[in-house]
């Protein structure tokens, strides 16, 4: 009889990669206590892990702190598996279009509960510019790229994910209400284009519209975003709404969506 892969379990592997998952979005910075309570192992063998993942980069030590955070090669590894997703591939020449047409940064993100992961980008070439969000987790009530995807999920699955993150406030302009969030994503879901009026950073605003697969599911977004003198509403729509829109068209075309013009 063929043994199951569990039974090749090297414990020590596993034990490495559930410290490496025990890092959060709300959780950055875990210190050996922490993680020895958390993963009922003894501080010295929890220490010796943290080690052997610090030699290879793949965790970093706060000076101050002594607590551990994820280290760059961790981005380094998520970089090469987001290279070869297919949407990444897929939307990659689009971003490059969209971009060169509306001459602000152009995003592609993608939804991971209550945050949007911004998995690649083309930068304007613009001398100012907003601050590059590729890499970083954002929440996604406040970015254009997480309302676009968040107002094709579930009211259920929409409420599990506030109540474990609720929505904060990171300016004046921020919705954090569950009431105004829904009416909010009812308009974005009407109109299949969501707008980020300096809710997450002042000064900035931006566009998304959903990408969709050959299975009709919502699998990502795309975006433009930049300065808000830059951004002015009467620019916003109808031009650059248009162009937003077309950009996700495209990419979901070239996924198997099928688009009716």
Same mark, same amino acid.
């Given at each position: 009889?063929?043994?199951?892969?569990?039974?090749?379990?090297?414990?020590?592997?596993?034990?490495?990669?559930?410290?490496?998952? $025990?890092?959060?979005? @709300?959780?950055?910075? *875990? +210190?050996?206590?922490?993680?020895?309570?958390? !993963?009922?192992?003894?501080?010295?063998?929890?220490?010796?892990?943290? /080690?052997?993942?610090?030699?290879?980069?793949?965790?970093?030590?706060?000076?101050?702190?002594?607590?551990?955070? !994820?280290?760059?090669?961790?981005?380094?590894? /998520?970089?090469?598996?987001?290279?070869?997703?297919?949407?990444?591939?897929?939307?990659?020449?689009?971003?490059?279009?969209?971009?060169?047409?509306?001459?602000?940064?152009? #995003?592609?993100?993608?939804?991971?509960? =209550?945050?949007?992961?911004?998995?690649?980008?083309?930068?304007? @070439?613009?001398?100012?510019? $907003?601050?590059?969000? *590729?890499?970083?987790?954002?929440?996604?009530?406040? $970015?254009?790229?997480?309302?676009?995807?968040?107002?094709?999920?579930?009211?259920?699955?929409?409420?599990?994910?506030?109540?474990?993150?609720?929505? /904060? =406030?990171?300016?004046?302009?921020? *919705? @954090?209400?569950?009431? =105004?969030?829904?009416?909010?994503?009812?308009?974005?879901?009407?109109?299949?284009?969501?707008?980020?009026?300096?809710?997450?950073?002042? +000064?900035?605003?931006? *566009?998304?519209?959903?990408?969709?697969? #050959?299975?009709?599911?919502?699998?990502?977004?795309?975006?433009?975003?930049?300065?808000?003198?830059?951004?002015?509403?009467?620019?916003?729509?109808?031009?650059?709404?248009?162009?937003?829109?077309?950009?996700?068209?495209?990419?979901?075309?070239?996924?198997?969506?099928?688009?009716?013009?």
């Amino acid at each position: 009889m063929k043994k199951a892969k569990a039974d090749y379990l090297i414990q020590s592997v596993s034990r490495a990669l559930d410290i490496l998952e $025990a890092f959060t979005s @709300t959780e950055g910075e *875990l +210190g050996v206590t922490e993680l020895s309570r958390r !993963l009922k192992l003894h501080k010295n063998n929890v220490f010796r892990l943290l /080690a052997t993942l610090e030699t290879r980069g793949y965790v970093e030590q706060d000076r101050e702190s002594g607590n551990y955070r !994820l280290g760059l090669k961790t981005f380094e590894v /998520a970089s090469v598996f987001t290279h070869h997703l297919g949407v990444v591939r897929q939307a990659r020449p689009v971003l490059e279009q969209l971009a060169q047409a509306t001459g602000e940064a152009a #995003y592609l993100g993608v939804l991971d509960g =209550a945050n949007v992961v911004c998995i690649d980008m083309v930068e304007t @070439t613009q001398p100012v510019r $907003a601050v590059s969000h *590729l890499g970083r987790r954002l929440p996604a009530h406040a $970015a254009a790229l997480g309302k676009a995807q968040l107002a094709f999920r579930s009211r259920e699955e929409r409420e599990e994910w506030w109540k474990q993150a609720p929505p /904060a =406030a990171l300016t004046g302009r921020t *919705l @954090t209400e569950p009431a =105004a969030l829904v009416e909010e994503l009812g308009r974005v879901a009407e109109r299949d284009l969501a707008v980020e009026d300096e809710e997450l950073e002042p +000064g900035v605003r931006a *566009l998304a519209a959903p990408v969709r697969d #050959y299975a009709k599911r919502v699998v990502g977004a795309i975006s433009i975003r930049g300065p808000a003198f830059r951004l002015p509403p009467e620019r916003l729509e109808p031009e650059l709404a248009a162009r937003v829109r077309a950009a996700a068209r495209d990419v979901s075309k070239r996924l198997g969506f099928a688009v009716s013009e």
